[in-house]
Nanobody, 122 residues
Framework: QVQLVESGGGLVQPGGSLRLSCAASGNIFNINSMGWYRQAPGKQRELVATITSRGSTNYADSVKGRFTISRDNTKNTMYIQMNNLKPEDTAVYSC????????????????WGQGTQVTVSS
């Protein structure tokens, strides 16, 4: 089993920045790919970004140029730096992990965190 715990959410004004963290623990040896998803009220969950153990990244068009995903394999932690935040970025952000990157991209990863709320509002 793998446990994922997110942190770093909060309230920020439009144009502001936040960095979210996702700490992994447990049987992490088979984890290759990790990713961030978000779900706004009344909307479907959507992919934000993914990253493999080798550092290959993938971003949703809506966040390209504003968000940067990274991971520190020595700390078993994934991050997402979110800059120039907009009200439409408001959502619960969750991290996901799996041995197969395709499952993370499809949203069918084996492991998920509980989520952290990000609210962008003036």
């Amino acid at each position: 089993q793998v446990q994922l715990v997110e942190s770093g959410g909060g309230l920020v004004q439009p144009g502001g920045s936040l960095r979210l963290s996702c700490a992994a623990s447990g049987n992490i040896f088979n984890i290759n790919s990790m990713g961030w998803y978000r779900q706004a009220p009344g909307k479907q969950r959507e992919l934000v970004a993914t990253i493999t153990s080798r550092g290959s990244t993938n971003y949703a068009d809506s966040v390209k140029g504003r968000f940067t995903i990274s991971r520190d394999n020595t700390k078993n932690t994934m991050y997402i730096q979110m800059n120039n935040l907009k009200p439409e970025d408001t959502a619960v952000y969750s991290c996901a992990a799996d041995s197969n990157s395709a499952y993370v991209i499809r949203g069918t990863a084996d492991y998920w965190g509980q989520g952290t709320q990000v609210t962008v509002s003036s």
